[in-house]
């Protein structure tokens, strides 16, 4: 399978955000990735339902909406009423992730589910089969441009192992530190889609930085 690449607007310029959602429509994206923050859950506000609503009009490409939040469960509506492909949720934030994931895969959206650089791949076991696809954090989430978190890698490996091993379809997504050079390190340990933010937004040609990923 060629390597999804979901650029994520965390880094785009929010003073001119229609011109950069065209140029990922123009672009070889397979998705577009939206990181919604509370405060509480991260040390970060991001942006809500306002900006991704003006984003959704303009945006050609699946969105790929990852709730960094407490209680993403509560905001499923307006999640769907965005169009969103998936709907991503962190482990840490659903004490009852099954039923969570039930209700995002009832309201018509792919389940995604993410967890944190300290949260060990083993406690995914009773969910992998149930989710469209995990997200592997490679740097602490609420901030864009950290420094690659060279364990992730094993982590991926490790997930990999798991998901050959329940027979689950689910897709591996990484979101951190991902550009030129971690991006075929993952891909070599299992990664399917690769969200990229700086390597992307702060190249002098991001289409050019999306053909690169898209190659590898």
Aim: a negative charge.
């Amino acid at each position: 399978m060629k390597t999804i690449v979901s650029p994520s607007i965390l880094s785009a310029d929010f003073g001119n955000l229609q011109a950069d959602i065209e140029m990922l429509n123009r672009s070889e994206a397979d998705w577009i990735h939206a990181d919604i923050m509370d405060g509480v859950f991260v040390p970060n506000i991001s942006f809500g339902f306002p900006v991704l609503k003006a984003v959704a009009k303009v945006a050609q490409k699946p969105l790929d909406v990852h709730l960094m939040i407490v209680q993403p469960e509560k905001f499923i509506p307006e999640v769907k009423a965005l169009g969103a492909y998936i709907m991503n949720v962190h482990y840490e934030a659903c004490p009852h992730l099954h039923r969570v994931v039930q209700q995002i895969r009832e309201a018509g959206m792919q389940p995604a589910v993410t967890i944190n650089p300290a949260t060990p791949v083993s406690l995914l076991k009773d969910i992998i089969k149930d989710v469209y696809m995990v997200l592997v954090m490679s740097v602490n989430p609420g901030f864009g441009g950290q420094a690659f978190i060279e364990h992730s890698l094993d982590k991926i490996r490790e997930l990999k192992a798991l998901i050959n091993e329940t027979g689950s379809e689910a897709l591996i997504e990484v979101d951190g530190g991902v550009n030129m050079e971690t991006a075929p390190q993952l891909i070599a340990a299992g990664a399917d889609v690769l969200v990229a933010g700086s390597a992307v937004f702060k190249a002098s040609s991001p289409e050019e930085a999306i053909h690169q990923l898209k190659q590898l």
